[in-house]
């Protein structure tokens, strides 16, 4: 699936394959020449390598988003796997970050009785799963006792 759009400044394209869990985003002078490629994961995460271009179509400069994570994106596949996440599950968010205090992964997904969600957060250099949690959904009863705050 290809989406193309475009501004003032620049054209938009995004190229999502059938059998990828990624999508490509690549952003084009409008003169046409490429200007920026990576790989993100929908509204996530990105991964692999950006690849920034100047208007004569040189490369300058490279940012490998994956580099700090050697827990990689397979490793996580796998983790899935071992706890039965489905890569369907209409809640599933993944994600990972990257700061002065380390990398990490987070897995977010439906319990199976659907009152709420699990969520585990992944050390992204051992893999070490260094918190389990999971989060109840508001029981309806408790929106309906709250005080109406229109009237005040």
Same mark, same amino acid.
């Given at each position: /699936? %290809?989406?193309?759009?475009?501004?003032?400044?620049?054209? #938009?394209?995004?190229?999502?394959?059938?059998?990828? @869990?990624?999508?490509?985003?690549?952003?084009?002078?409008?003169?046409?020449?490429?200007?920026?490629?990576?790989?993100?994961?929908?509204? $996530? @995460?990105? =991964?692999? /390598?950006?690849?920034? #271009? $100047?208007?004569? &179509?040189?490369? %300058?400069?490279?940012?490998?988003?994956? =580099?700090?994570?050697?827990?990689?994106?397979?490793?996580?596949?796998?983790?899935? $796997?071992? #706890?039965?996440?489905?890569?369907?599950?209409?809640?599933?968010?993944?994600?990972? &970050?990257?700061?002065?205090?380390?990398?990490?992964?987070?897995?977010?997904?439906?319990?199976?009785?659907?009152?709420?969600?699990?969520?585990?957060?992944?050390?992204?250099?051992? &893999?070490?799963?260094?918190?389990?949690?999971?989060?109840?959904?508001? /029981?309806?009863?408790? #929106?309906?006792?709250?005080? $109406?705050?229109?009237?005040?």
């Amino acid at each position: /699936i %290809i989406k193309q759009s475009d501004d003032n400044y620049e054209y #938009y394209e995004t190229v999502k394959h059938k059998d990828s @869990f990624f999508q490509t985003i690549n952003r084009y002078y409008k003169s046409g020449r490429l200007k920026m490629t990576v790989k993100d994961f929908p509204n $996530n @995460f990105l =991964a692999g /390598i950006k690849k920034e #271009y $100047n208007e004569q &179509g040189k490369l %300058i400069k490279e940012t490998d988003y994956d =580099a700090p994570y050697k827990f990689t994106w397979e490793d996580v596949l796998e983790l899935m $796997n071992k #706890y039965k996440i489905s890569l369907t599950d209409p809640e599933l968010e993944i994600g990972r &970050g990257n700061s002065k205090k380390g990398t990490s992964w987070y897995i977010v997904w439906d319990k199976l009785d659907k009152s709420g969600l699990n969520v585990i957060n992944v050390n992204g250099i051992t &893999g070490e799963i260094t918190r389990k949690s999971e989060l109840d959904y508001p /029981i309806e009863e408790e #929106y309906n006792t709250l005080p $109406n705050m229109e009237n005040e």
